[in-house]
């Protein structure tokens, strides 16, 4: 299919529709439901139902699926025939604009094909789910295997005879995303869905922060501070977790903004959540807690018990409807519905077990943990500091010096204006965070896991800012107190050494292989650096200055200029080749 046809159908699948939705009700945040529901539904969708029936993907199966979310999304809006303003406010009118410019960034940031550790993880088995043909190589760049399509998702995605991807570490959810916009338009659809989040991203917080603080400048700058963030635009590669984000981020506008919230489509959501990212099981407490409380914009009505009863059971209901295909692809692939491929012995991504002990408790598990699971602080090689500390480290760099701090004035500013939204941000926010600084095992792209918090972070930092538009003594001692103090500490752990974590060693067996390796630009990392080096002083140093350097502002010379080299080959109608990551990594 060419780009032009591919770009046809999906106007007439998602714009139009999504317009249509609009235009019937007045109402911008009715039409970007139904734009949402559709780019996140209809990808889970079209994989259950092509796999059941034994088929790849194609565009009868994609366009019947999104005339069905269609459907029911129309009738859910003509049960309420309430209309708002007959034309588009000046103000969203710019927001639209805007959305469109970040897309257009995000779309030249793109570094391309075949860079990143996910980018086989995931652009392999969206390629196959539509049937198409793919050559992976070695790191050399030989040919290994030539995957010709079989036309079924189930012999594509599992061949015993050649390669079968299922046992080389595969996880499949993020890939069936990226299936549809390859089935539309190619390779250059991985660039296009890539740059979709950004937009999404952007117009999403922005109609967040502007139904909690009622102010159109401050949200069209929190919208602008989450999707240019420069962590985010580094993350110019393909990666679960900034999809995870954008899914994160719609779940959120649903909560804020809808007077009756939708139980069903939320828990979809969170089903849809799951198959991207397991540690989504952190963010359900969260849930229920709005769902029992609400917040002070969406006071609950009518609080009873079979109200209540009646919201969970849909939460429950959509949640398990949309993990369930994940569930049963991992019983037919791993032999279990819970079972994880680094889990299993027969699997090229098996992790050692280890021993790590909690409240004198001994227990083994297949995975790295650091301090208080085990009884010294440690760090994973090729890392300055431990996860815990690194963490906060990356927020810093990210939002810089003079924002982060912000996030302690929003709590106050919502701990006044509507502690029950503030709890559960917090709620949301921190066991997920406490859940990662424990973890060791940790490299470059892993430490896009944090992303997974930033539109709470966001709303809290937007909180802040409304907070300090009417400064006064006692708010600028607070302010530099804060920052005196963030220095002082960026200082101490500039000048502190944590030992390194040999298990790093067992879990990957090639690291070390080559002693050490100069890189031209320490920044830019990759599994070479991970997977077959030993560590060298001068890259933990580089690591240290990197991340304590005081930068009072979101730090932006590591983004990347576009390469329109990559575009011009993603245009192109030659099949997809590969690196086979799995055996270098393992």
Known sequence: MNILSGAILFIFSY????????????DIKKGLICFSSLFFLTPIISFAIAWITNKTLDLFLFTS??????????????????????????????????AFLVFVIFFFNFKGLGYGYW???????????????IELTDINGGTLYDI?????????????????????DQRIGSAIFYSIPYLLFGKIGFRIFYSLLGGLLFILTYFITEKVLENKNISIISGLILALNPYILNVNRLNPNLLALTLITFMMFLLVEKDKNDWILLGM???????????????????????????????????????????????VFGAL??????????????????????QSEYLQGYRPTFEHSLLGVTFKFNGLFNYPLI??????????????????????????????????????????????LLFFLLIFTIPYFLFLSVQENWEDVKSTFILLIYTPLIILMTAGIYELKKLDKKKIITFSVILIFSLIFLQIISNINFEKDDRWYERFPKAGSIEEFNY????????????????????????????????????????SLPNLNNIYNELNNEKLVLNEVWDHIY
């Open 15 to 26: 714009i139009l529709t999504s317009l249509y939705i609009y235009l019937i009700t007045r």
């Open 65 to 98: 699926i999104v005339l069905f979310i269609f459907s029911t999304q129309l009738f859910m809006v003509l049960l309420n025939k309430s209309k708002k303003d007959n034309n588009l406010k000046i103000s969203v009118k710019y927001v639209l604009i805007i």
């Open 119 to 133: 980018d086989t993880y995931i652009i392999l088995p969206s390629a196959l789910m539509v049937g198409d043909q």
């Open 148 to 168: 010709g399509s079989t036309g079924s998702i189930k012999t594509n995605l599992i061949d015993k005879e050649t390669y079968g991807i299922s046992t080389k």
């Open 269 to 315: 959501l969170l089903g849809v959540l799951g198959g991207i990212r397991n540690v989504s099981l952190l963010f359900i407490p969260s849930f229920i807690f709005f769902m029992v409380f609400g917040s002070k914009l969406l006071e609950i009505k009518n609080k009873n018990n079979k109200i209540l009863l009646k919201n969970f059971s849909l939460f």
């Open 321 to 342: 409807l949309f993990i369930i295909p994940i569930l049963l692809w991992n019983n037919y692939v791993f032999g279990g519905i819970l079972e994880h491929p680094t």
């Open 375 to 420: 009884d010294k602080v440690i760090r994973t090689p090729h890392n300055a500091y431990p996860t815990f500390l690194t963490l906060p480290l990356l927020l810093l760099k990210s939002f810089g010096l003079l924002f982060l701090p912000l996030i302690l004035f929003g709590i106050k500013k919502l701990y006044s204006k509507d502690k029950k």
């Open 520 to 559: 031209e630009d320490p920044l830019m990392r990759d599994e070479w650096q991970y997977f077959h080096t030993d560590e060298s002083i001068q890259e933990i140093e580089t690591q240290k200055n990197i991340l304590t350097y005081p930068n009072f502002l979101p730090q932006y010379n590591i983004l």
